[in-house]
C-alpha cells in the first residue's frame, strides 16, 4: 500500500515538475530523445555564438527551446490531460481508504484504485507488488498518515489545475505547481 500510495505521489511529482519524460513505445521515445537532441544542439549554438552568456540567460535559453519543442508541447498537453485523472483516482481512493478498518479492506482499495487507473490509462504506473503487501502494517495510525498525504495531493493538485489548464507552456506549468 506504502508503495502504491507513494507511485501517486511520484506521478503528481513528474507532472507538476515535468522532470521526465515518459513514453508509451520504444519509437515514441526515439523521438522524443531526437527531438532533445535538436533542442540541444540549438542551445550549444547559442551558447557559442556567445559564450560570455549568464547561469540565467543560459537557463532562459534552454527553457524558452524546450517549449517550442514538439516534446514540450506534447509533454503539456499529455500532463494537462492526466492531472486530471491522477485527482480522480486520488479521491476514489481516498474515499475508500477512510472506510478501510482491516488490511484487508485497504488491499481491497488498492485492487479498486488500480483498476480505475488501469481504466483510465495508467496501466504500467499502478502494477500490484505482492511483495509489499505482506508486509504492510494497516492501523489507525497508519490509516491517518496515509489520508493525510492523500489529502495534501488532492488539495495540491486542485489548487494548481486551473493554473496549469490554463497553461501554454511548459515553464508556464512548472509556474503554477509552484505557487
Known amino acids: ?35 532533445m537532441d535538436r533542442v540541444m544542439e540549438k542551445v550549444q549554438a547559442q551558447l557559442k555564438a556567445n559564450p560570455n552568456m549568464s547561469a540565467a540567460e543560459q537557463k532562459a535559453l534552454v527553457t524558452q527551446m524546450m517549449n517550442q519543442s514538439k516534446t514540450g508541447q506534447d509533454m503539456l498537453s499529455k500532463q494537462k490531460a492526466q492531472l486530471p485523472k491522477i485527482l480522480k483516482i ?36 499502478f502494477e500490484a507488488e505482492e511483495e509489499n503487501e505482506q508486509h504492510f502494517v494497516w492501523n489507525k495510525k497508519e490509516k491517518n ?23 501554454k507552456t511548459m515553464s508556464d506549468m512548472m509556474r503554477c505547481a509552484q505557487e
Open 145 to 167: 498518515k496515509i489520508l493525510a498525504e492523500i489529502d495534501e495531493e488532492i488539495t495540491h493538485i486542485e489548487h494548481s489545475l486551473p493554473c496549469i489548464q490554463k497553461a
Open 90 to 125: 486520488l479521491k476514489s481512493n481516498r474515499t475508500c481508504l477512510s472506510k478501510a478498518d482491516t488490511k484487508s479492506d485497504a488491499n481491497v482499495c488498492e485492487k479498486k484504485a488500480e483498476k480505475l487507473a488501469n481504466k483510465i490509462g495508467f496501466e504500467e504506473d
Open 1 to 35: 500500500m506504502k508503495k502504491y500510495l507513494n507511485k501517486l505521489t511520484l506521478i503528481s511529482i513528474l507532472l507538476f515538475c515535468a522532470t521526465s519524460i515518459y513514453a508509451q513505445n520504444p519509437s515514441d521515445q526515439e523521438k522524443m530523445l531526437q527531438d
